[in-house]
């Protein structure tokens, strides 16, 4: 599987008053922009994880944290792997 690179431009000032750098910044933009393609459908579960560069199970466990759901069919799965 060929990569691509997508570069953002944040300014110093977003780093400052979010008290965090660039490295941080853009990891959580990278994890948010994952979260978000799911709740809307775009990408499953899986994809996302691995798109967010975590496992399926993490990525599933951290949707609460943002107020996003995981359909009904991954919370079994979820509750099957680790109930």
Do not use: C, W
């Amino acid at each position: 599987m060929s990569l691509r690179q997508v570069t953002i431009e944040i300014p110093e000032k977003v780093l400052l008053a979010e008290k965090t750098d660039s490295v941080t910044f853009g990891r959580e933009l990278r994890v948010l922009a994952e979260v978000k393609l799911f709740e809307m459908g775009r990408l499953s579960s899986g994809r996302a994880a691995e798109l967010a560069g975590m496992p399926r199970v993490e990525f599933l466990l951290s949707l609460n944290r943002y107020k996003v759901f995981p359909l009904a069919s991954e919370l079994d799965d979820l509750e099957r792997n680790h109930g």
